[in-house]
């Protein structure tokens, strides 16, 4: 009754921009969700919003800025990056770096660096993260330094979003813990795909952004196939038909967008924007600190009851089980890739996860059928290719067989699976493949080539890292990566490296799976000692 009450109380228009503003005749496709201005928020109407269980938009929430200001006052803000971002901090972002707490970036450092990468395919298009206290940084730099002061002062939270709202709405919003987060994009068109998470505020600081939703039910199969590999399309969302196309709402800036839990959505700036996000981390339940209090297994199992859809909490289930019960944490993994089966980072983290738990030949399952995905999709459609013709008579909507896909996507789970299969899996040949396939894509990746020459080292393929690493040092002489690699090849180390590599396949020992040969190698190699592309890629 509430939420038909609200949508019949407000309403949506749009200017001429085609923006979301109160009052008068209702928009197309401008803002599909309820809004009402700061000015008409009391206790009681507040309460009423956030009972609708849909998202609102609450104009007039804080003081807007132009983005060029946001850079000038605010270019310090320390970020600290979502994991899949591959940026240059401290070296690059890389996957031994996940076993450690991520360093910090600024939001002049992710703009440098953005400026001066060359292959800038591989550079996110925005910066997205959790915000960080000066104190906080510290602490973290120190943490990374090894430095143990126990009467070091516990760092304060970044309070960046509740300085921003306004007081009075300020004072409305509770939450049991929460985490402030930075969504910054420098470009027209980026977009943050889809996610499912507790209770969030998203104050629009500057620009403008188009939102995407699905109920908790679940963003459609249809639909998250087609995003496999790409950013957000609304163009291909607004033309679905009625029962598969989401809701849309464009935010201006000083506006505050309230997305109730689990609640899956998605974002694309239509102008350079800033965001800043008061949220729950996850799912909100918090690991115990006993291992023999089951209160929070509770909890999740509750809500995985009432929202089954939501791949988040069958993750978070998982990570609870991961050391007090290993089947628990099993099946909760598997039932996260039931739920959102298309979802590759969600693929990549469970791999992880089953290696964690010592269920190899499930995280190669895994790896295998998500490299398979990814060959599958990079060989339907180059990117900027026009979508091929169907024929007349098929009017079918179950069918999306000409995918859209992007390098960047593309190449960052390549890399990232090649890295499990490299790291966890002890599977350097495999690795090898998902290297190449990255460098098929972006050639002149250095930090691949390295990991490329690393897996070929574990091998004992000496020559062939070497010619890999020469190969990138002419690309680029001034790499002092490479040319440390190149040196520590030539080491004494290294030759009898391989020398007990070779003792190794004499005696049909591996590094950790039955497939480790070295005659395998021989068979994706070029006369000249270069690795040729797998046969899947030819059509690319």
Same mark, same amino acid.
């Given at each position: 009754l509430a939420h038909a009450r609200a949508e019949e109380e407000l309403t949506c228009t749009a200017d001429g921009e085609g923006v979301c503003s109160t009052g008068g005749a209702a928009a197309a496709t401008a803002c599909e969700i309820p809004q009402i201005s700061a000015e008409e928020v009391d206790g009681e109407k507040w309460r009423e919003m956030m009972e609708m269980d849909e998202p609102f938009v609450v104009h007039g929430a804080l003081d807007a800025l132009a983005y060029e200001d946001f850079v000038q006052n605010h270019g310090g803000m320390a970020v600290v990056p979502r994991v899949s971002m591959e940026l240059m901090v401290d070296g690059r972002l890389s996957y031994e770096d996940h076993r450690s707490r991520r360093p910090t970036l600024s939001v002049n450092e992710y703009l440098k660096h953005k400026k001066t990468?060359?292959?800038?395919?591989?550079?996110?298009? &925005? @910066?997205?993260?959790?915000?960080?206290?000066? =104190?906080?940084?510290e602490a973290r730099a120190a943490a990374k330094d090894k430095k143990d002061d126990d009467k070091a002062a516990t760092p304060t939270r970044a309070t960046m979003f509740e300085e921003t709202i306004k007081k009075d709405l300020m004072e409305k919003i509770h939450l049991k813990s929460k985490m402030n987060v930075l969504f910054f994009s420098p470009d027209k068109g980026s977009s943050l795909p889809f996610q499912a998470h507790d209770t969030s505020f998203h104050a629009s600081v500057a620009g403008k952004q188009k939102w995407v939703f699905y109920t908790p039910e679940g963003v459609p199969d249809l639909i998250s196939a087609h995003f496999i590999l790409s950013d957000i399309d609304q163009n291909y969302l607004s033309g679905l038909s009625k029962n598969q196309k989401p809701k849309f709402?464009?935010?201006?800036?000083?506006? @505050? @967008?309230?997305?109730?839990?689990?609640w899956h959505h998605a974002r694309i700036t239509e102008t350079p924007a800033v965001t800043l996000g008061l949220m729950v981390p996850h799912t909100g339940v918090r690991a115990p600190k006993n291992a023999k209090d089951k209160t929070a297994a509770s909890e999740l199992d509750a809500e995985i009851e009432a929202y089954p859809f939501v791949h988040q909490l069958h993750v978070d289930r998982a990570i609870l089980a991961v050391k007090s019960d290993p089947k628990q944490c099993l099946s909760s993994m598997k039932k996260a890739v039931e739920v959102s089966p298309n979802n590759v980072a969600l693929r990549w983290q469970v791999a992880r996860l089953f290696s964690k738990i010592g269920a190899k030949s499930e995280a190669l399952e895994m790896t295998s059928k998500t490299i398979k995905m990814l060959a599958d999709t990079t060989r339907q459609k180059m990117p900027g290719k026009e979508d091929d013709k169907k024929d007349d008579d $098929? $009017? =079918?909507? $179950?069918? $999306?067989?000409n995918k859209p896909w992007s390098q960047k996507y593309a190449g960052l789970h390549w890399s990232k699976f090649g890295q499990l299969l490299l790291f966890d899996l002890k599977m350097p040949l495999e690795a090898i493949i998902c290297f190449q396939m990255r460098l098929h894509l972006t050639p002149t990746d250095t930090n691949t080539v390295l990991l490329k020459s690393r897996a070929l080292t574990m091998m004992g393929a000496l020559d062939e890292a070497k010619i890999s690493l020469e190969d990138a040092q002419k690309a680029d002489p001034k790499n002092d990566r490479v040319k440390t690699m190149l040196e520590e090849l030539n080491s004494d180390e290294a030759k009898n490296m391989v020398e007990m590599m070779k003792t190794m396949k004499g005696t049909g020992a591996g590094i950790g799976n039955d497939k480790f040969s070295l005659d395998a190698l021989e068979k994706i190699k070029t006369e000249?000692?270069?690795?040729?592309?797998?046969? &899947?890629a030819s059509s690319l």
């Open positions: 990468e060359k292959n800038e395919q591989i550079i996110e298009s &925005f @910066l997205y993260g959790q915000v960080v206290s000066q =104190s906080e940084a709402c464009t935010t201006e800036p000083g506006s @505050l @967008l309230v997305i109730p839990k689990y $098929d $009017d =079918s909507e $179950d069918e $999306d067989t000249d000692g270069r690795i040729v592309m797998p046969s &899947f």
